[in-house]
C-alpha cells in the first residue's frame, strides 16, 4: 500500500467521520431541550473531533494495516451486514421492552417517547454508524488487538482468534460505558441503569465488531447505521401506533 493511498484513506476516514460528528449535534440538542448552541462551542466541538478521529485513523490503519482488517467491504457482504444490522437492532429493542422498560426512570422513558423530529432521529443514525465506528472499531477494537497478538502466543489462527474476542468484549464494554455521560443527563447512574447501558450497547458492540472483524470497516459501518435506523426510527414509531 503506497502513500498516496494511505493517505487518501486517513482523509476518507476523518472527513465522513466528521461529517457524522456534526450530524448528531440537531439530535444532542433536541434531547437536552436546547434549541440553540453557541457558534464557539459547535467550533470547538468540531475540532475535538477532528484531531480524534486524525489520530484514531492514523493508528488504526497502522494497526489494520499489520493485522490484515479491511476498510471495503463486497455487495454481498453489505447486503449481510445490513440484515445483521436489523437484526441488532430488534434484538436491543426486545431486551428493553421485556426487561428494562418497566423498571426505567420516568425521565429516561420520557427522554425515549420524545417526539423528536424524524430528520434529526435520521442524522444521529450517521454518527453511530460512521463516526463510533471509525473510533471503537477502526481504532480501539484493531489497537487492542494489535497489542494482545504481540504477548499472546500459541497456534497462529487460536492466539489471534483469541486475542480479536478478548479485544471485542473490551471494546463492547468501553461501548457502553461511553454512553453513560448522554444517559447521566437525563437521570441518576444507579446500578440498573449502568447494567442496561452495557448489556444493551454492550451486545450491539460484540456484534458490530465481528462484522468488522469478518467483513470489513464499511460492513461495520453499515450494520451499525442499520441497527440505529431500527433503534431511533422503526421503534419510535412502532410505538407510537401501538
Given at each position: 500500500?503506497?502513500?498516496?493511498?494511505?493517505?487518501?484513506?486517513?482523509?476518507?476516514?476523518?472527513?465522513?467521520?466528521?461529517?457524522?460528528?456534526?450530524?448528531?449535534?440537531?439530535?444532542?440538542?433536541?434531547?437536552?431541550?436546547?434549541?440553540?448552541?453557541?457558534?464557539?462551542?459547535?467550533?470547538?466541538?468540531?475540532?475535538?473531533?477532528?484531531?480524534?478521529?486524525?489520530?484514531?485513523?492514523?493508528?488504526?490503519?497502522?494497526?489494520?494495516?499489520?493485522?490484515?482488517?479491511?476498510?471495503?467491504?463486497?455487495?454481498?457482504?453489505?447486503?449481510?451486514?445490513?440484515?445483521?444490522?436489523?437484526?441488532?437492532?430488534?434484538?436491543?429493542?426486545?431486551?428493553?421492552?421485556?426487561?428494562?422498560?418497566?423498571?426505567?426512570?420516568?425521565?429516561?422513558?420520557?427522554?425515549?417517547?420524545?417526539?423528536?423530529?424524524?430528520?434529526?432521529?435520521?442524522?444521529?443514525?450517521?454518527?453511530?454508524?460512521?463516526?463510533?465506528?471509525?473510533?471503537?472499531?477502526?481504532?480501539?477494537?484493531?489497537?487492542?488487538?494489535?497489542?494482545?497478538?504481540?504477548?499472546?502466543?500459541?497456534?497462529?489462527?487460536?492466539?489471534?482468534?483469541?486475542?480479536?474476542?478478548?479485544?471485542?468484549?473490551?471494546?463492547?464494554?468501553?461501548?457502553?460505558?461511553?454512553?453513560?455521560?448522554?444517559?447521566?443527563?437525563?437521570t441518576e447512574l444507579t446500578p440498573l441503569i449502568v447494567s442496561r447501558a452495557l448489556i444493551l450497547n454492550g451486545i450491539a458492540g460484540l456484534i458490530f465488531g465481528w462484522v468488522f472483524w469478518k467483513y470489513?470497516?464499511?460492513?461495520?459501518?453499515?450494520?451499525?447505521?442499520?441497527?440505529?435506523?431500527?433503534?431511533?426510527?422503526?421503534?419510535?414509531?412502532?410505538?407510537?401506533?401501538?
Amino acid at each position: 500500500m503506497n502513500l498516496n493511498s494511505n493517505v487518501s484513506q486517513i482523509i476518507i476516514l476523518v472527513a465522513i467521520g466528521l461529517a457524522g460528528a456534526i450530524a448528531i449535534i440537531p439530535y444532542s440538542l433536541a434531547l437536552r431541550g436546547e434549541i440553540t448552541l453557541k457558534p464557539i462551542m459547535i467550533v470547538l466541538s468540531v475540532v475535538q473531533s477532528l484531531i480524534l478521529l486524525s489520530a484514531a485513523s492514523i493508528v488504526g490503519l497502522l494497526a489494520n494495516r499489520s493485522l490484515g482488517l479491511i476498510i471495503k467491504s463486497d455487495p454481498g457482504k453489505l447486503i449481510i451486514a445490513v440484515l445483521i444490522g436489523l437484526a441488532a437492532g430488534f434484538l436491543v429493542i426486545g431486551i428493553e421492552k421485556f426487561i428494562f422498560s418497566s423498571r426505567l426512570p420516568e425521565a429516561l422513558v420520557e427522554a425515549g417517547n420524545a417526539s423528536l423530529p424524524l430528520w434529526k432521529r435520521f442524522l444521529a443514525c450517521f454518527y453511530g454508524g460512521i463516526t463510533e465506528e471509525i473510533l471503537m472499531r477502526w481504532f480501539l477494537l484493531s489497537g487492542i488487538l494489535w497489542l494482545l497478538t504481540r504477548f499472546l502466543h500459541g497456534p497462529a489462527n487460536e492466539t489471534v482468534a483469541a486475542a480479536f474476542w478478548i479485544a471485542n468484549i473490551l471494546v463492547a464494554i468501553l461501548f457502553g460505558l461511553g454512553h453513560l455521560p448522554a444517559t447521566k443527563m437525563l437521570t441518576e447512574l444507579t446500578p440498573l441503569i449502568v447494567s442496561r447501558a452495557l448489556i444493551l450497547n454492550g451486545i450491539a458492540g460484540l456484534i458490530f465488531g465481528w462484522v468488522f472483524w469478518k467483513y470489513g470497516l464499511a460492513a461495520a459501518m453499515v450494520s451499525h447505521f442499520c441497527a440505529d435506523i431500527v433503534l431511533h426510527i422503526i421503534g419510535p414509531v412502532l410505538s407510537r401506533i401501538g
